[in-house]
């Protein structure tokens, strides 16, 4: 699904180039639930961003469902993110004046899907993260564990190929986090790819592969076995 | 771009956002509205320079008597001058050239009889050119004539409003009106544009009236309409020519100032005309300083709303979309707003132009009005460079890489 090799990424601080991943070989195939962990300043959200087209990389090559994703313009861009990907925010990014259906509504609007029908998509995914009730309530009348959950329905409303969250428990208490693990895993176990940028240790063993990254290399990447949030809620 | 889907969107926004709409749409409506007003309001001042003048020929002077204040040839100072028939003859003679026409006017003020009804009217004795001099329009019956100087008849002719208030509705035409103890027959009834004072005044023959003042020949000033083909410059050289010919006649010196007087309606209105057009010149540089102070406005508001959006931009485009649908929905929601606001604006301002209408008089503002043309050219220009100031921020956010703006909080 993902084919990630010999990827570089530097960013110039004034005069001084700051060399953040340094050959980066890395893939994931279909149905897999990573955690990318990493102390900070260690790269993994730059990869994610890369991942996520929202940065460019410098050298190597990134394949995304056999797409080689390279010299995107921002029009391209947009419409491959739109296509393969689902985001999911540490500061969930829900845009505060939509509803809760009409954020979620929100992708399949740039996919040109009609009205009535990204009305019933967005009600099926919220019913899925069991805020079916909620529809029509705005981000702020929202807990931040709901936020997350709108935030997870509308990344998956698009229906992309893989689903990316950085941080996603980052801004949430422990039983809050739980939870929403539990919905990654359920999607998970639907069959869908997810990568999960993460500095907690327990979130990431709720993954089924961990990716350590230090100083802009991969320094280990092994299979675990899964811990089921369900049974922590 | 245009799709039914695209405007819901834009409604949603701009319903949800209201401090964003009601800001960027009070911007131009204010702008376009104090620019209708003030640009209606330049016109009106020049309507009522327009008006000073409108009821009268432009190409006549007016010449009077005075009194002398210079001892001159063996005359002492103090010297009341008086015109007679033979001045209004020689100057028919000596400047059949220049001239269209010539004549007289000796006004007096008396009481005015018919049956029970009574009034004080101004009397003008006059000669027939008198009619074109005053641009009185007949409504009925005729103007005096040659004849009726002539033969000196006993006929008038009333203004509107001396007929209103003697005969009320009745028709006054062939009905003799007692004017200072004589009764003269009722010839003609005439309007004038020149306001209410110049509808309440009776025409008489002039030499009828010198007939009834001890059949003298005096004459209180003499009104000489010059030949328009011979332009400003001519009409300043008969003015001075006409002085120099008086002084002679009536010995008074060329340094007195008041033994005869000369009003050039020529001169008086190019002066004023040009006033008009300096103040027009001057509203209008307000009114346009007042347009671009409102494109600037919009202008600030565009960038404040780009900023504000920043974040929910790099979240759409996190989402997909692409910098053009961010640039259109931004600069469409823009324009949209404009549109209404800058036309609710524009109305508003010829409403209240329309309703101005004559109570601005006292402050010489009559009837200000502005081109429906300009006022619709200048709400356009303000929604075009709305337009053109809000893609420069708008293009701006949609190049930014959404993890930027996602980092911005």
Redesign the interface.
Known sequence: MIEIKNLHKSYKMGSNSLHVLKGINFSVEEGELVAIMGSSGSGKSTLLNILGMLDVLDEGSYTLDGVPIKNLNETKAAQYRNKFLGFVFQSFNLINYKSAMENVALPLYYQKVGRKERQEKALKYLEQVGLREWADHLPSELSGGQKQRVAIARAMAAEPKVLLADEPTGALDSTTSYEVMDLIQKINDAGNTILIVTHEPDIADMCKRIVHLKDGVIVEDKKITQIRASQYV | MFSR?NW??IF??IQ??KLRTFLSGFTVALGILIFVVLFGMGNGLVNTFEEFFGDDATNVLYVFPGRTTVPYKGYKSNRAIEFDNSDLADINKNFAMFIDYATPRISRGGLVKYKSESNNYTTRAVGPAHQYAEKTIMMKGRFLNEEDIRNSTKYVVIGRLVENDLFGSENSLGEYIDVAGSAFMVIGVFQDDGGDNEERLIYMPYTTRQLIEKNNDKIDQIIVAFKPEIGYAGAMALDRSLDRFFREKKYISPDDQSGVFIRNVADQLKQQQQFARVLQIIVAFVAFGTIIAGIIGISNIMVFVVKERT??L????????????VISSILLESVFITTISGFLGMLLGVFILNSLGEKLKDYFITNPYIDITMAISATLVLILFGAIAGYIPAKRA??I???EA?RD?
């Open positions: 889907d819901k969107e949603e926004t949800k956002n974040k929910e790099g979240i759409r485009k996190a989402l997909g979309a692409t910098p053009k649908s949609a190049d890489k959404p993890i996602l909080e």
